[in-house]
């Protein structure tokens, strides 16, 4: 069984920094390290989006929105990924969402619980 824990969000004024982290635990990790790791959010009466991801080669792409002000890392070795949020804005209020995929013979798609994410004017 996969576990995604994160931690990091909370309410932070406008322009203000937060960061998320994304720990991903299960015995499968160990013998089929995901492929990409990603941030994705859901803002209210909205579709979830990719906020960013992060390949096990280090290959990044980020949404438009969020270029220049986030930074998406990962440990390869802890299976965590992180989130460095910069110059929040209130459009980025919204409920962050981990995710870890790995395709191929033994692919698997796993969502965490969700961090709400809220920038106060």
């Known amino acids: 069984q996969v576990q995604l824990v994160e931690s990091g969000g909370g309410l932070v004024q406008a322009g203000g920094s937060l960061s998320l982290s994304c720990a991903a635990s299960?015995?499968?990790?160990?013998?089929?390290?995901?492929?990409?790791m990603g941030w994705y959010r859901q803002g209210p009466g909205k579709q979830r989006d990719l906020v960013a991801g992060i390949t096990s080669g280090g290959a990044i792409n980020y949404a438009d929105s969020v270029k220049g002000r986030f930074t998406i890392s990962r440990d390869n070795a802890k299976n965590t990924a992180y989130l460095q949020m910069n110059s929040l804005e209130t459009k980025d209020t919204a409920v962050y969402y981990c995710?870890?995929?790995?395709?191929?013979?033994?692919?698997?798609?796993?969502w965490g619980q969700g961090t709400q994410v809220t920038v106060s004017s």
């Open positions: 995710n870890i995929h790995r395709g191929g013979t033994f692919s698997y798609d796993y």
């Open positions: 299960g015995n499968i990790l160990s013998r089929f390290s995901p492929d990409t």
